[in-house]
Structure formats: structure tokens, C-alpha cells
């Protein structure tokens, strides 16, 4: 009897995470990929010297997913911690970089001194921020905005100096669109209880960190986060189709239709407009397809990486960069200076930084700026905020489209998953985080949902 087996759409690090999870429970797999390489936004280069990275330059450690993947590849030795004698980060405003306020946790101020030291802020801001101490526990009977939220909390100045370039800045986001409870759950968790965010945080126990996680809050590896793509691909061990160009839904048709025994179960993690796409031949016109294409929506950015001498740079880049208000630009979005971050990005001789654009606020047309403008773009910004005033002796871009996780979220993903056919499970940065972590995760979980279905036993 033939065993039963898995078919996986997409070869990012959900799709990857998915087939060695499908592994390790003895599902048989075949992996199918469009692109000519595997890892989907996870993608390392070296050149000239240089390290870069055009997707995630590190992964988060307090989601342990990626960590405790890297220890099952054998990839601890390689796992590099982020340096944090150069931790600060900084935030533009007046075209100056201001230190971020010291005893802030992301947008909570848990010690006042920092805050009222800052220049960040008016008075009026600062004593705005510092009176969401009195908040009263409260049970939001409904998703919300990020802004509203914020400014419930702590004031439309704090929206606009830390929620709009941090908050939505990680997600690529809108503040006035996006999901609080789908991006940051544990804001809304805390308001229930506590209702101040920063009453919650001062009388949270301390936490206990896992001895086996990497010790700085982010951590990346030796050569690239490509590492773990490359470790990973190398042991796998069914059949991976990569470089196939498309995808063919008619795959996903016979899968779904039972129409033939190759394949019981799918796991589809592209993004969701490519998952519509891939069923819309087996399920165009269902509630499920209908409401699957409302999670499409995107927003464009581009990761320039730019390269200079170190004496070319006046700047000590002492920290890890800053994040721009979009009050500062209306197309830089936050900058990192991944040569004093993490180690080996750059030789002694150079530095490495990261310009990030949002491209939704500088496109013009359909096809935005051309390259050459964009890169003069970062060019003329850097010069202005930093210094340097000569040419790098690199520029290397990426342009990523980013799912955005708008109010009422969460809601309209359990009702997609509710009407999801049996056999079928969606996993992905479209729906239950962004993250490298998230990710993995995702794709875990779909494995063994697959694997229960199937009725295979570990």
C-alpha cells in the first residue's frame, strides 16, 4: 500500500519548517517551489567582503522556534549573538538622531526619568504618556487599530515619536489599518488585566530567561541567516521541486478532490494572494475563497544595502541604527548599522548599513522610481543625517512585498480556517506572524495538523 504523503507549496522557511517537521513524524513530502532557490525572504550574499542580508538580518530569541531549530541542525556553534555594547538605537527627528528614552520597553515608558529626559517629546506629551499609569482594567469588546490603541494609551505625539516608526514599522504597516490584537497581543492581554501598560510591565515578575536561548535578544549566525536555509535544505530528505517557474493549482485540485492517491494532504505556505490563485480552479466561488482574498493585501519595501569606508564615515555608528518618523521622511523608514550590530557583516576597513524604504509612499506609478533614483534617494539621506559625503563602493537592493494584518484579523483568519477543507492547511507570514519564529512555527503545526489527519503516529 502506498503511504500516504504530503504535498508542500512553497519553499520558504514555513514550507522548510514544514517538510522537516513532516520528517521527523515519518510523513512521506514532496516540496513544491517556483523560484530557483529555496528560503523565500531569507537571503544572504557575500561580497566584497561584505555580508548581506536581503531579507531578516536576525532572528528573535524570545520566540524560541528559530533557535531551537538551528540546535536540532547542529547550527549552535554558529549561532551569533548581536552586540550589545553598541545596543543603542536612535530615533530622527529635526534631522538630528535622538537616543531612545532610556527605561522604554518598545512604546511603555516603565521608568519615568528616561522619558522626562528626553527631547523626543513636548512637556504636554511627555505627562500625557506618564498618565496611562491611571488606566482601569479594560476588556475591549472589539479589535482596534494600532493608532487607536495607542492613542488611547499614551497620546497622538507618542503614536507619532515611537508607535508609528517602531510599532508599525516592524510590520511595514499602517497604524490606522492594522490589527493591535493580530500584531501586538500581549498590549491587549495587559490592558485586560491591568489596563495600564505601564503598571503591567512595572509589577510583571521578572522573567526567567531559558538557559539554552541565545543571550542577547536577537541572534543571528556566522555566515548569514542563510545558514539555517542552507543547513536545512541539505537534511531534507523527500522530494523538493524547486525552479518549477508556476505552480499549477491542478496539483491542488486532485489533492483536494481525492482524485489521486499521490497526495491526502496539503500544506500551502506562499502568500495568500498566490494560495487564492493556486485554488481558486478547485474552489473558485466558496465562501473560503472569498474570504481568503480579503487577507491579500500588501505594502511594498525595499532593503538597500550600502557599503562604504570606515574613513569615509564621520559617524561613529556607535548602536544598532534609528527609525524615522514619517513626519522626517516620507520614504526612509528605519536604518541599521549591521556592521556594528552583528560581527563579520563588514572588514575592519568598512562599514555596512541598511537603508529600509517604504515604497507604497514614494511610488509615482505603477512601477515607482527607478532603481538609480532610489538609490540616490539613500544616498542624499545618508549625507544628510550622517555625513558622508563620498560614494559607497557597494549598493545591493531587495524589494519584498509584506502582508499586512488589518483590524479584525484574527477573526477573519478563524473563519477562513473553519472553512478550510479537510486535508488542507494554510501556514505563513499572511497569517499568524511575520517572523522568522512565526514562521517556523506556522509550518510545524501545519505538519503535524497533516500528520494527525493522515492518521500517522510519531
Partial sequence: MTRPRVAIIGGG??????????????????????????????????????????????????????????????????????????????????????PYPKGMRLIVPVEDDGLLASKLLSEEGKRRMLAEVELQPYDAPADESLAAFVRRHFGPEALDTFGEPLLAGIHVGDPETMSVRATYPQYVEMERAHGSLIRAMRSAPPVTPDPNAPKTAFFSLRGGTQELVDKLASRLTGNIHAGLGSLDGRLLRDTLQKSTPEFLSAIITTPAGTACELLKETLSGTEFITRLEQLVGTRDSEVFSIGYRKDDVCHDLNGFGFVVPRSESPYVQACTWSSSKLSGRASAEHVLIRVYLQMSFTVRNDRGPAVEDRVELCRNFLQKILGIQNPPILTHARRWHNPQYKVGHLEHLAEIESLCPPGLYLAGSSYRGVGVPDCIHQGRIAAQKATAYLGVTS
Fill in 13 to 98: 522557511i514555513t514550507g522548510l519548517a514544514a517538510a522537516w517537521e513532516l520528517q521527523k513524524q515519518g510523513v512521506d513530502y514532496t516540496l513544491f517551489e517556483a523560484a530557483d532557490r529555496l528560503g523565500g525572504k531569507i537571503v544572504t550574499e557575500h561580497v566584497g567582503g561584505f555580508t548581506i542580508e536581503g531579507g531578516p538580518d536576525s532572528f528573535l530569541s524570545g520566540k524560541p522556534w528559530a533557535w531551537q531549530l538551528c540546535d536540532e541542525l547542529g547550527l549552535r556553534d554558529q549561532i551569533i549573538g548581536t552586540n550589545d555594547a553598541q545596543r543603542n538605537i536612535y530615533i530622527l527627528k529635526g534631522e538630528k538622531l535622538h
